[in-house]
């Protein structure tokens, strides 16, 4: 492990730690091995070994990063504890974001500017979609909730879909984590939209829905999606264009994500959900390590 490498895990454990301080969250006093070293390892999983818990134990083992690493089985157990606490890191993170967006003036036009995508997070590949028993109970019955279709790719996958809300740095600021058969639209409504006042967010054409737009123009919020050649609200060229151009650097983040966590391997349909909430951490830390708002 390389020096920068034990610079990122203090720099993740440090956050973490905030975190569930912030939290008032307490281990049994005969916890050995700390909650936040727990989550740490998961994030840094995801982040370096795509998802690999065994490799990463075994880095941490070498490397001695920390007193003690617990055995694969209960690391697991552990890390499904802790889980919860993603959203919560993220928002702290996003913190940090927000204020090196407010302190850089190249920044002035687009510090309340938003874009919100959706990814599908795969779990097998497609020809094996009717073998794969993970949320299926028998032989070539799966369960249809978890299959979904990419307009983009024009094929059906099998696992979940991500909806993700990030800022113009690339930094997600919300996400939500359904199975792949929900809608991107339907997705879009579980996301609490807690922004600043007169923001604006940008979407493809899937999120054109007037009834949402007049909604969030009630939170002082504006949805801006790329419009759709038979809608004739909002038609502008320059509005448009403006959208494009802003979303091409930020859909070039968003393959990144796909890159950290190509496929998620787990034994059950809930280990692939945990690592599909770590990979949304992970790639957190990813973009405020290379927008250098972690040193």
Not at 78 to 100: G, H, M, T
Request: contains cysteine; charged residues 20%.
């Amino acid at each position: 492990m390389t020096p920068s490498l034990q610079a990122k895990v203090k720099a993740i454990h440090n956050i973490v730690v905030k975190t569930l301080n912030n939290h008032n969250h307490t281990d049994h006093y005969l916890t050995e091995v700390p909650s936040s070293e727990v989550l740490t390892l998961g994030i840094y999983a995801c982040l370096e070994n795509s998802g690999n818990y065994s490799k990463t134990l075994k880095q941490f083992r070498e490397y001695i990063i920390f007193n003690q690493i617990l055995e694969k089985s209960r690391f697991g157990r552990r890390l499904a504890r802790v889980i919860d606490f993603v959203p919560f890191v993220i928002d702290l993170v996003q913190k940090q974001s927000r204020a090196v967006i407010l302190n850089t003036p190249d920044l002035t036009t687009q510090r309340n500017t938003f874009v919100v995508d959706t990814k599908p997070i795969p779990i097998c590949e497609n020809i094996r979609i009717y073998r794969c028993r993970l949320a299926g109970n028998h032989w070539s019955k799966v369960d249809k909730d978890y299959r979904g279709f990419t307009a983009s790719k024009r094929q059906y996958y099998y696992g979940f879909k991500l909806n993700l809300l990030i800022d113009c740095l690339g930094i997600p600021k919300e996400y939500s984590l359904h199975p792949a058969s929900i809608g991107d639209l339907q997705t879009f409504y579980h996301l609490n939209l807690d922004l600043p006042s007169n923001s604006e967010i940008l979407a493809d054409k899937i999120y054109n829905c007037l009834d949402v737009e007049e909604c969030l123009k009630l939170q002082q919020i504006s949805l801006t999606p790329i419009r759709k050649k038979n809608m004739k609200q909002n038609r502008n060229y320059q509005e448009q264009l403006r959208v494009r151009m802003f979303r091409k650097p930020v859909e070039t983040s968003l393959s990144m994500y796909c890159e950290l966590v190509p496929r998620l391997r787990a034994v059950s349909i809930n280990g692939c959900a945990i690592k599909a909430h770590l990979s949304v951490l992970a790639f957190t830390f990813f973009q405020a390590f290379r927008v250098g708002v972690l040193g």
